[in-house]
């Protein structure tokens, strides 16, 4: 069995403070989130119609394909707002706080 003679190798742990900074980036990185899957529901959602006006044209040469991306389109924007409605109830949760 081998013994653990010195810990001098190891560096202890530091917890950086809680300041508002940290709140702010905080707050910054959920904008930037939401923002980014916004953006991701807005082009899957311009993937489902382009592959809708591929099928009405004929150039679409798999149907499978279509509906694929018309579902991505759905659940994805299906999610968004749920998401929103979670974050609305949320709010309305703490609006109704006492102080």
């Known amino acids: 069995m081998t013994t653990i003679n010195s810990l001098e190798g190891i560096t202890p742990l530091t917890l950086k403070p809680t300041g ?3 709140i702010q980036s905080t ?6 989130m939401f923002k980014s899957m916004i953006e ?7 993937a489902g119609e382009q592959a809708i006006q ?5 150039q679409a040469t798999h149907l499978h394909e279509v509906m694929i991306a ?5 659940v994805s924007l299906r999610m968004l707002v749920q998401l929103r409605n979670r974050a609305q109830t949320a709010y309305e949760e703490i609006m109704r706080m006492q102080v």
């Open 54 to 58: 591929k099928l009405h044209s004929g």
């Open 40 to 46: 991701k529901v807005n082009d899957s959602q311009a």
């Open 20 to 22: 508002e900074k940290s």
């Open 27 to 32: 707050g910054a990185d959920f904008a930037g």
């Open 70 to 74: 018309v579902e991505e389109a759905d």
